[in-house]
């Protein structure tokens, strides 16, 4: 009995020896400890809870693994942390020396919905899909209705909300939508807000224009011929219209006939014209000082265009009549009113 007593005693002053320390920092002090720490409160985010997964104590070093949830009020956030915990034995205290950590979730607290999306969509997220190559200028503006929000994480820390849109059967002006697309918004978890990265159309999405297949016969002008005499001539236009392609914001496959009607001769023949869609607001190229008239398609050559049709889209959409510029060689502009002849 006496020497197993020895042996105790022998042990317990190898023990205090070694310095074995206070042991495992405890977790109340440990969130506390973490939620003053720069790396949760830059976030302006605060601790909800640590689920500790491991300890490593020794020399009053504690090394803990730990699963971290912090909010900032619009986002949670979900980070494996390493935290180097030392205790101050003056202060008998423990110190956080170090804490790394590595992102692992990004929740955000609430998905956008319809009302974010009018908010969002404007030209240039309709660019997205590609019309006229992305250039905003020859972007619709259709109606759509919005399907539920759902949530890619792929990339957990940078959240992605897919949003299907369905342009089916709406209508603007003269042009009627098909199919749907995808509206992908990106996360920004320090301010709880969404914005625009992505816009796919969908397979059978499409655009039809009420002027595809068409003709149209303008009212006669009366333009200066040149040469070594100079005199008038009496002409008109007539327009055939091709398809509507929404990828290049483009009426093409037409055909522009202009007839000298003194000779009785097609004095312009042209097939498979491509007249480009661009919003009238924007490029100024015509002052009609008519705010009805929204888009124009024109037909661009030689570095000048040459003849263009406005569209009347916000008041007249019947297609039966329309407004053709004309660009002659003389510098005479005329507007003149086309009529639906076929």
């Not at 973490?34 to 985010?45: C, I, N, V, Y």
């Not at 491991?54 to 935290?83: E, L, M, P, R, W």
């Not at 009238?280 to 008239?293: A, S």
Request: proline share 4%; aromatic share 12%.
């Amino acid at each position: 009995m006496k020497k197993l007593l020895t042996l105790l005693t022998a042990l317990c002053l190898a023990l205090l020896l070694t310095g074995c320390g206070p042991g495992k920092i405890p977790e109340e002090r440990l969130q506390a400890l973490l939620g003053k720490e720069f790396l949760f409160t830059d976030r302006m985010a605060g601790i909800v809870s640590v689920t500790v997964n491991s300890h490593q104590s020794q020399d009053g070093v504690d090394t803990v693994k730990a699963t971290v949830v912090s909010d900032n009020g619009f986002t949670v956030y979900t980070d494996d942390c390493t935290i180097y915990a030392v205790y101050n034995k003056e202060t008998k205290n423990w110190e956080l020396q170090s804490v790394t950590s590595v992102a692992v979730g990004v929740e955000p607290k609430q998905l956008p919905t319809a009302a974010t999306v009018d908010d969002l969509m404007n030209e240039e997220v309709y660019s997205m899909t590609g019309f006229a190559g992305g250039n905003p200028e020859a972007v619709l503006m259709p109606g759509y209705t919005v399907g539920e929000a759902s949530l890619d994480v792929t990339n957990p820390v940078r959240p992605i909300a897919i949003l299907p849109l369905d342009f089916e059967g709406q209508t603007y002006g003269w042009f009627t939508f098909h199919g749907g697309a995808s509206l992908n918004l990106e996360y920004d978890p320090r301010y709880g807000t969404w914005s625009p990265c992505a816009l796919m159309p969908g397979t059978e999405f499409d655009v039809d224009c009420v002027l595809e297949g068409r003709t149209y016969q303008s009212e006669t002008f009366r333009d200066h011929v040149g040469g070594y005499t100079s005199y008038w001539q009496d002409y008109n236009w007539t327009v055939t219209f091709g398809e509507f392609d929404w990828r290049q914001g483009a009426m093409t496959g037409c055909e522009l006939i202009c007839y000298d009607q003194t000779e009785n001769v097609d004095y312009i023949h042209k097939t498979d014209v491509t007249y480009e869609l661009r919003n009238i607001n924007k490029t100024n190229k015509f002052d009609l000082d008519n705010p009805h008239y929204d888009w124009v398609l024109y037909l661009g050559e030689d570095g000048f265009y040459e003849d263009s049709f406005v569209m009347q889209t916000t008041e007249d959409t019947t297609a039966d009549t329309l407004l053709m510029w004309e660009y002659t060689n003389y510098a005479t502009d005329y507007v003149l009113n086309c009529t639906r002849i076929s």
